[in-house]
């Protein structure tokens, strides 16, 4: 199917880590891209290619991918980590984008 | 420094034209590989990939609005448009572009998004 499934919302104790996961067909092929938005700003770009980071991307956030699941995973939780974070990948059968419907990080 | 901005109307009437412009700086789409894609977000919901235009001027349109949906570019300004007809609330959201990249093994990101329009759609 064409679609990415996120849980809703995680939440996460102050330094403790938390993986959030991104299902879907087209993870059997490709790979996600993660995106952190907060509050009124527009979504920044924290792994792609897997588990490559972004220049600035604390090296507390990771991805990794096992058959039809993406995870990104934030080692040590962070206050200023408490935001929506969105997948994104490729439909495996047309060359069209898909976003996952988003998951919202609550920090303890 | 490569940065994107949206520029357009922040309101429209049902059933009219919308028209938005991206504009760029820090990159130039004649270079290979580049791409510009339009992505929106209603109001508390999640990101939806709209359309995109690539370097080589090929372009790309979402499924279910390709029939709404014109990309085109304008290099000589570094901007890309997007126009989308036949407006309703539905489309009331906030229009950002983005820089497209798929890397070596087909994974499509995006780098830099601009900081978005809020479009509102409403008599």
Known sequence: SSELTQDPAVS??????????????????????????????????????????????????????????????ITGAQAEDEADYYCNSRDSGVNHVLFGGGTKLTVL | ??????????????????????????????????????????PGKALEWLARIDW????LYSTSLKTRLTISKDTSKNQVVLIMTNMGPMDTATYYCARMIYDGSGYPYFDYWGQGILVTVSS
């Open chain 1, 12 to 73: 996460v104790a102050l330094g403790q880590t938390v993986k959030i996961t991104c299902q879907g067909d087209s993870l059997i092929n490709y790979y996600a891209s993660w995106y952190q938005q907060k509050p009124g700003q527009a979504p920044i770009l924290i792994i792609y290619s897997k588990n490559s980071r972004p220049s600035g991307i604390p090296d507390r956030f990771s991805g990794s991918g096992s058959g039809n699941t993406a995870s990104l995973t």
């Open chain 2, 1 to 42: 420094q490569v940065t994107l901005k949206e520029s357009g109307p922040a309101l429209v009437k049902p059933t009219q034209t919308l028209t938005l412009t991206c504009t760029f700086s820090g990159f130039s789409l004649t270079t290979t590989g580049l791409r510009v894609s339009w992505i929106r977000q209603p």
């Open chain 2, 56 to 59: 080589d001027d090929d372009k």
